[in-house]
Nanobody, 115 residues
Framework: VQLVESGGGLVQPGGSLRLSCTAS????????MRWYRRAPGKGRELVAS????????NYADSMKGRFTISRDNAKNTVYLQMNSLKPEDTAVYYC?????????WGQGTQVTVSS
């Protein structure tokens, strides 16, 4: 199982970023995918999840209305569209899948929201 995130960077407050996570090593279209984040000095936090078909999504309360998770099963890729970014969204963002009862993570992509 391999998960590779991309799309992070430095953005001003109120800006937008789109993160991508490309997966391999398992049947991507059969698994729920999740985005987590870890802010400086804090634990890992669940950001959003999307079911295997993409027909159901869930978000942490602080992300509702600002973040959108989506997936393209033909490309083995899950996305996180982040709008109206705030300084408190600064974190390393990780893609996750639970496969064969194990948690798999990508290397993470840094998002920094600062003026």
């Amino acid at each position: 199982v391999q998960l590779v995130e991309s799309g992070g960077g430095l953005v001003q407050p109120g800006g937008s970023l789109r993160l991508s996570c490309t997966a391999s090593g398992f049947t991507f279209s059969s698994y729920t995918m999740r985005w987590y984040r870890r802010a400086p000095g804090k634990g890992r936090e669940l950001v959003a999840s999307i079911t295997s078909s993409g027909d159901s999504t869930n978000y942490a309360d602080s992300m509702k209305g600002r973040f959108t998770i989506s997936r393209d099963n033909a490309k083995n890729t899950v996305y996180l569209q982040m709008n109206s970014l705030k300084p408190e969204d600064t974190a390393v963002y990780y893609c996750n899948v639970i496969y064969a009862s194990k948690f798999y993570w990508g290397q993470g992509t840094q998002v920094t929201v600062s003026s």
